[in-house]
């Protein structure tokens, strides 16, 4: 099959949708909410992806529906992965087990009808602790990138970074894999800066230099608010390098412009959700914006994602 590097040379690529929050939805992720508040970032266990050992039928499930939804890519579920923040839901021990057991399963519902992505995001110990553990958080983001590329996936998305400083070194182990890499931050609490200060443009910069193949943004905004964010990274990479766009499902507002720190976050999602018709609004204007690489994040299902691939794929 065609690399990611050749299928966005193609045309535009429809990768898949949120996995855990529709996981969460379905009773197989733990939202954390009946605990501790969620959306701190300091949060012990919340979102963790252990279904890929728990209930691997569930996650195969949802493959499937964004396989038949018009998904090119299947992202393993390996989002929150890596050991530190597995530990603190109590599955440490089991960090090579669930890499390996998301990829296999992703790997089995792709067949030969779409790539596999393995997810890298944040360890949260910049929220948690500050920049002082940069040297656990190297040892951490290595260990990952490690395990996915011994699993064998087809390439690489970094995700869901709120620290440039956290990003620049998920990607220097990810770039040193040799596999493409797809690197997209997420901002929060607000549009114009990521967490450590830097602006969209910049952040947009330093990873094409990084060694990016695609770069972008994912998860907190909805489309139209996420677009500002892309264009401003858009020109600043002068077409070096690709886009990539993974927006969310639901209604930011001017104060709070992602859904994280929205107070319906997690259990009043339902009343935010963006319609599925944005979706295939935004499938369209990202083809004619030049986006290389569209999926979705947070609040996703199939149905967005075949909303998304029927944009893309409009007159
Ligand atoms: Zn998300």
New binding site residues.
């Given amino acids: 099959m065609a690399s990611i590097l050749d299928r966005v040379r193609q045309g535009v690529v429809v990768g898949d949708g949120?996995y855990l929050?529709e996981l969460e939805r379905r009773g197989y992720a733990d939202s954390g909410s009946e605990r501790e508040k969620v959306g701190t970032g300091k949060g012990s266990g919340q979102f963790t992806p252990e279904v890929a050992v728990e209930n691997p039928d569930a996650l195969r499930g949802l493959h499937r529906e964004f396989l038949a939804a018009g998904a090119q890519v299947l992202q393993a579920l390996t989002f929150f992965a890596t050991r530190e923040k597995l530990s603190r839901a109590g599955y440490g021990a089991q960090t090579e087990a669930i890499n390996a057991a998301a990829v296999r399963i992703a790997r089995e519902v792709a067949g030969g009808n779409a790539l596999v992505a393995g997810s890298v995001s944040r360890t949260q110990l910049f929220e948690r602790e500050g920049p002082s553990p940069a040297g656990h958080v190297r040892d951490l983001l290595a260990e990952q990138v490690q395990l996915l590329v011994a699993a064998g996936v087809d390439f690489l998305i970094l995700e869901?970074f709120f620290h440039l400083e956290e990003m620049r070194i998920a990607l220097q182990f990810a770039a040193a894999s040799g596999l493409p890499v797809v690197a997209t931050m997420s901002f929060r609490p607000t549009t114009e800066r990521c967490s450590d200060g830097h602006s969209p443009a910049e952040c947009a910069r330093q990873m094409a230099d990084g060694g990016a193949a695609l770069v972008g943004a994912?998860?907190?905004q909805e489309p139209a608010r996420m677009l500002p964010i892309l264009r401003a990274k858009r020109d600043a990479i002068g077409g070096r390098v690709g886009l990539a766009a993974q927006p969310?499902a639901f209604r930011t507002t001017d104060a709070a412009p992602c859904f994280t720190k929205l107070p319906q976050f997690p259990d009043d999602l339902e009343t935010i959700q963006v319609s599925r018709r944005d979706f295939r609004a935004f499938g369209r204007q990202a083809r004619q914006e030049g986006i290389a690489y569209v999926g979705g994040?947070?609040g996703c299902n199939a149905a967005y994602i075949r909303a998304l691939a029927r944009g893309v794929a409009d007159p």
């Fill in positions: 949120g929050l869901t994912n998860c907190e969310a994040c947070c």
